[in-house]
């Protein structure tokens, strides 16, 4: 039987009229089920996270290594009985030059630089030859000392490669050392303390570096020996 054109296009209308309602029930259906409704946005979630972690770092630099005062004798004049004095501030004092034959003008002590980020305690020890009479030997009045000193505050800063305006200890007490002391075989904490803690070596710029400055005095009756050292161990202990 041939099925005419009008009958064709009542049967192609009919089946889209069904398509459409079929869509139209699905689409009902997915919005009464639980989790199933078609939207444009997302449903899921997701979260992201960023760290970042500062570690505690406790560092000190010793940017003059050695003080060398060479080797010399005392020249055996009437204007050489007080012997021959230097000390890494000034280097051979005034009126000695003659008298401190061939010995080396030291300008500049031990620059020790916190180069950490929290502030420490500063200690110094000394081993081996760590008294007047065994650093330079017999004699009348031997002197072997040291002082710490803020850079600003000396005279001479030959030697010294970081810039320091002010005192690197003044968060405490200051100074331990701040005048000439006798030196010894012994630990030397280096920065003053104030109240209940002791961690006063500053770690911010132009504010961590001190000097430690040792002074000499050879007597004109001081017998020759051989070279002696003195070793200086620099140590920072963090309040953590």
């Known amino acids: 039987?041939?099925?005419?054109?009008?009958?064709?296009?009542?049967?192609?209308?009919?089946?889209?009229?069904?398509?459409?309602?079929?869509?139209?029930?699905?689409?009902?259906?997915?919005?009464?089920?639980?989790?199933?409704?078609?939207?444009?946005?997302?449903?899921?979630?997701?979260?992201?996270?960023?760290?970042?972690?500062?570690?505690?770092?406790?560092?000190?630099?010793?940017?003059?290594?050695?003080?060398?005062?060479?080797?010399?004798?005392?020249?055996?004049?009437?204007?050489?009985?007080?012997?021959?004095?230097?000390?890494?501030?000034?280097?051979?004092?005034?009126g000695n030059e003659t008298c401190c034959a061939l010995f080396n003008n030291v300008?500049?002590?031990?620059?020790?630089?916190?180069?950490?980020?929290?502030?420490?305690?500063l200690n110094m020890t000394c081993s081996g030859s760590c008294t007047a009479a065994t650093f330079i030997g017999s004699g009348t009045n031997p002197v072997f000392q040291f002082k710490t000193d803020n850079l600003s505050d000396s005279t001479n800063k030959t030697g010294d490669s970081v810039t320091d305006t002010s005192g690197s200890c003044n968060s405490g007490g200051g100074y331990n050392y701040s005048d000439w002391t006798t030196m010894a075989a012994s630990t030397f904490d280096l920065c003053a303390t104030s109240g209940s803690t002791d961690y006063w070596m500053n770690y911010v710029d132009l504010s961590d570096a001190l000097r430690v400055n040792l002074k000499v005095t050879i007597p004109s009756d001081v017998d020759s020996s051989s070279q002696q050292t003195a070793t200086f161990t620099f140590g920072a202990r963090s309040a953590g």
């Open 1 to 94: 039987m041939k099925i005419s054109h009008n009958t064709l296009m009542i049967l192609l209308v009919v089946a889209i009229v069904v398509t459409v309602v079929s869509t139209v029930i699905n689409l009902r259906w997915f919005e009464t089920v639980p989790g199933s409704l078609i939207t444009g946005q997302a449903v899921n979630t997701t979260t992201g996270t960023s760290t970042l972690t500062i570690q505690s770092q406790t560092s000190i630099m010793n940017r003059v290594s050695a003080v060398a005062f060479g080797s010399g004798y005392i020249n055996s004049t009437n204007a050489c009985s007080a012997g021959c004095t230097m000390d890494t501030i000034t280097g051979i004092y005034s």
């Open 107 to 121: 300008t500049a002590g031990f620059l020790l630089e916190n180069i950490g980020n929290e502030n420490v305690t």
